[in-house]
């Protein structure tokens, strides 16, 4: 099993950032990438961004050139810089991680933060 906790959210104004951290703990041996997701009320679960082992990133469009996705494999914690925040950012942000343990392919999620940005 996998445990993910994420830290970072809370309120901030419009044009202001946030960092946003995931740790995972528990069998991180079989994590292959990791991301985050949101979920705003009304609207489904989206992708923002995620980062593979090797490093490669994937981001939606919507935050293209604003959030950064890194992680720090030693401590098993990926970071979501974001910047220049604007009120439709406004979600719970979820941590996902990927792999394949005991032969099997998993994904396990974070409980989610809440990021509000007022306008």
């Known amino acids: 099993q996998v445990q993910l906790v994420e830290t970072g959210g809370g309120l901030v104004q419009a044009g202001g950032s946030l960092r946003l951290s995931c740790a995972a703990s528990?069998?991180?041996?079989?994590?292959?990438?990791m991301g985050w997701y949101r979920q705003a009320p009304g609207n489904q679960r989206e992708l923002v961004a995620t980062?593979?082992?090797?490093?490669?990133?994937n981001y939606a469009d919507s935050v293209k050139g604003r959030f950064t996705i890194s992680r720090d494999s030693a401590k098993n914690t990926v970071y979501l810089q974001m910047n220049s925040l604007k009120p439709e950012d406004t979600a719970v942000y979820y941590c996902?991680?990927?792999?394949?343990?005991?032969?099997?392919?998993?994904?396990?999620w974070g409980q989610g933060t809440q990021v509000t940005v007022s306008s």
């Open positions: 996902k991680a990927d792999g394949i343990l005991t032969g099997i392919v998993r994904a396990y």
């Open positions: 528990g069998v991180v041996s079989g994590i292959n990438a």
């Open positions: 980062v593979t082992n090797g490093g490669i990133t």
